[in-house]
Every structure is written in structure tokens, then in C-alpha cells.
């Protein structure tokens, strides 16, 4: 338990970063800079870092008066929190006028305490697939190039080894470097929802830039069975995953797919094959449960209609569809996930929760990824049109309340293998 809440941090702009013993750091909820409760800080985990927000100044209680007050020495600051842990309370400050857009990041609360940074998060997920620790970097470039020559005219390894592996250092791609885990596979260079923070695809006239460039060709069945196969046959804990950022939405291949997974199938009945999607065509969703689909991972930003659609900004489809595309893959008995973007304030709204529990006592659904929001938090406010986010229970709050009222939801952060749908969730990790 800390003595009292960490000191709020500030950065000098030239990449220093300092505390300030005058103030104690505060958290964003919504709209509303607040203290943090000390019990909900944890140390910085490894993987973790520190980010420097220009044209905006940190938000602190006076360790005096106990006043809140703006941090009157250099910039504010926010943490990016690794994979396995969801963010309590957002970095808290005031922004300048002409203060630039951030990039899709999350910006978690950050504060300095005896010696050590701080972050008001938990952690949702004992997997360690995404460990920063167990990443070798020589392992991981020897694999690539193993991979690479394998399959020399395969253009799907190439996108996945030289961009996704050894450019953005996407962990995923990682992990099927040294042939391990779950195995993505990027499949649609088009998509029918213009997301306001898509990571792949973002129009010349906006003020961010997308993370990463978009998959440029439609792979072939033939293509993605020749690597996906060996994956499910000798990875542990094999998954292999359709969907993933540096793509458009899979579904509209869902021809090429469902021929994939009918190849796959016949080959191994191994491991598990996944799909990371927006869900909005439900049809295509079940001719994949007919050919072998094992899960399904739906991304929303909101169990809200008018939320999610002003979010995704959708072509050709809409919420509805979404939640039908969970209750087909329940009809087939498989496995489903939302991929729930948490922005503490409306996530945790009282509106949200009411939603969140008719959704899953909708769709019988089987797991929720509380993953953080890559997003300046403002400038998505404003796309959406949001400036009152309403009452809210705390992150931690509505975690502890759906468990309590739905104690068959699994929580999470990564796709669960066979092995962990089929035999204990809890404690069979990817060791």
C-alpha cells in the first residue's frame, strides 16, 4: 500500500522527465480530472513507457491546501501501459489552445513514488505471450529469416516478417517468428467501417497519421494455408488469428477465408482459428462456423448503438449486426470475445453498464478483452459528438459488478487457445 498518492510527473520537451513534490497526480474520468484511490496504483509494469503530451499542462492536487491546480513546469505526462494490464483512469490535464492531436496511443495516469513510476491499472490477464522480457531479439530475427526462406514466394510471410515482425515489432508477428502461440493473419487490404482511430488507414486531410500501412493484396487460399498448418500442427497453445491492425476487415473475404479453413481442417484438427472482426456480416460469419471457424473476437467501442456506429462510422451494416454475429457463433457452440475498448468515463458509465449487461445476457457471450483505447481521448470525444459522459462506476467497479452478475465471463486481453477454452481458463497459461 503506498504512504500517500504519487507526485504528478512533467516533462521538459527535450525527452527528461521530472516529478513535482508539490502535487499529488490525478486520473481522467470522462471528462473530470479526480484523485486516484491509492489502492489503485501499481508499479509501472516492464514494457511499459512514458509519454510527453505537448500543449498541455498536468492536472495535480496541491499536497498542501489539498486544491487542485495546473502543473506550472513543463508538459504533461502519460504512460502506455504493455498488453495483460487495462488502464483505471486516464492522464489528467488541461490543453492549450493550439496543442497538436496525439497520436493512437493510450494515455494512462502516471505519477512518481519512492523511486518508482506508477500507474493506476490492473492486471486483467496472466497469459505471457506478450511478455517484453520474453522477446529475443536475435531469436526473433533468425526466425523471420527462417520463415522467409521457407517460403520464398509466399507474400504473406514476406508482409508479416519484413513489415509486421521487423518494422512495427508487432508482437504477434513476433511470436510467429519463433513459432509460438497465436499466429496472425492479416487477409483484407479493403474495409467497410471508417473508424475514427483506425491504426491502418487514415484520410490526408486529418490531423494524426495511421501507426502502420495497410495490407496491399487479397492473399490466396494456397498462400495462407502453406504457413498456417505447420503453425497449428507444432506451436504450443497453436491459434491462428484472421484480423489483425495492419489490415482492413477479413469478413470481406470471408470466401477466401472459409476456403482456408476447409484446407486447414482437412490437414490438422489442431489448435484453434480465430477471427478478429468487426462482425457486421453475420451470414458470412456462419458459412465460416460451417467450415471450421473456433471463435470469434468482435472490436467495439461501445455496447451502445448510437456510441459504437458514430465510433465506427459504418458502410453497409450496423450494430445489430454485430450482436448477431456473437449469437451465431454461440449457435455453433464456439467460443466469443469482445475486443472492448475501455476509455475510462464512458465505458464505466452507468448508460454502459445497463448496455454491457443486456449484451451479454443478448449473445451468451463468453468473454470480454478489456483492452485500453488507442486515442487521444479529446479529440475522440469531439468526433463523436460527446460533451456530457454521465455518472460512472469507476473501471474497477463495473469489472467487479459484471463478474458478479455474470460470473461465467472470462476476462482477458488475449484470444484463449483450445486448451484454454476446453480445460481450465484460469490457470492454463502460455507458459
Known amino acids: 500500500m503506498l504512504k500517500h498518492s504519487p507526485y504528478i510527473l512533467y516533462s521538459d520537451g527535450k ?27 501499481i508499479e509501472l509494469p516492464d514494457g511499459g513507457s512514458l509519454y510527453e503530451l505537448p500543449g498541455r499542462r498536468g492536472i495535480g492536487i496541491d499536497v498542501i491546501t489539498g486544491e487542485m491546480r495546473l502543473c506550472n513546469k513543463g508538459s504533461a505526462v ?49 497469459d505471457i505471450r506478450q511478455e517484453c522480457a520474453g522477446y529475443d531479439n536475435t531469436k526473433i530475427k533468425n526466425g523471420a529469416q527462417h520463415l522467409l526462406e521457407a517460403y520464398p514466394h509466399n507474400r504473406l510471410v514476406k508482409h508479416l516478417m519484413q513489415n509486421c515482425c521487423m518494422t512495427y515489432n508487432c508482437p504477434a508477428a513476433r511470436n510467429f517468428s519463433l513459432g509460438r502461440w497465436e ?20 484520410p ?128 455453433f457452440n464456439g467460443w466469443t470475445s469482445i475486443n472492448y475498448f475501455v476509455f475510462p468515463g464512458m465505458t464505466d458509465s452507468v448508460e454502459e453498464y445497463e448496455a454491457l449487461r443486456k449484451l451479454i445476457e443478448e449473445t451468451d457471450l463468453k468473454m470480454i478483452q478489456w483492452r485500453n483505447f488507442n486515442i487521444d481521448p479529446d479529440w475522440y470525444l469531439g468526433k463523436i459528438g460527446v460533451t456530457e459522459t454521465g455518472e460512472f462506476l469507476g473501471v474497477k467497479q463495473l469489472m467487479e459488478l459484471i463478474k458478479e452478475e455474470f460470473p461465467q465471463v472470462k476476462y482477458g486481453y488475449f484470444n484463449p487457445s483450445m486448451e484454454r477454452i476446453k480445460g481450465n481458463f484460469e490457470v492454463d497459461f502460455a507458459h
Open 204 to 331: 490526408k486531410e486529418e490531423s494524426i497519421v495511421s501507426t502502420q500501412d495497410r495490407l496491399t493484396f487479397k492473399p490466396t487460399p494456397e498462400e495462407i494455408v502453406e504457413f498456417t498448418v505447420p503453425h497449428l500442427q507444432s506451436a504450443p497453445f497453436p491459434i491462428v488469428s484472421f484480423g489483425q491492425g495492419c489490415e482492413g476487415e477479413p469478413l470481406l473475404m470471408w470466401e477466401t477465408i472459409r476456403e482456408a479453413i476447409i484446407e486447414m481442417r482437412k490437414h490438422t484438427e489442431l489448435g484453434s482459428i480465430n477471427i478478429n472482426t468487426n462482425g457486421s456480416k453475420p451470414d458470412a460469419v456462419k458459412a465460416l462456423c460451417e467450415a471450421g471457424l473456433n471463435s470469434i473476437r468482435v472490436s467495439t467501442n461501445s455496447a451502445r448503438k448510437n456510441i459504437y456506429e458514430s465510433y465506427y462510422r459504418p458502410n453497409n451494416y450496423q450494430f445489430e449486426d454485430i450482436v448477431e454475429s456473437l449469437k451465431v457463433v454461440r449457435n
Open 15 to 41: 525527452g527528461n522527465i521530472f516529478e513535482d513534490e508539490t502535487l499529488f497526480a490525478t486520473g481522467r474520468s470522462g471528462c473530470d480530472a479526480l484523485p486516484v484511490p491509492d489502492e489503485g496504483w
Open 78 to 126: 502519460a504512460a502506455f501501459i504493455p498488453p495483460a494490464h487495462t488502464g483505471l483512469y486516464l492522464s489528467a490535464y488541461e490543453t492549450e489552445k493550439d496543442a497538436p492531436t496525439l497520436p493512437l496511443f493510450c494515455y494512462t495516469a502516471a505519477g512518481w513514488h519512492d523511486n518508482k513510476f506508477y500507474v493506476p491499472a490492473v492486471r486483467i490477464e496472466n
Open 183 to 202: 499466429c496472425p493473419v492479416p487477409s483484407s487490404p479493403a474495409c467497410n467501417a471508417n473508424c475514427i482511430g483506425c491504426i491502418s488507414f487514415q
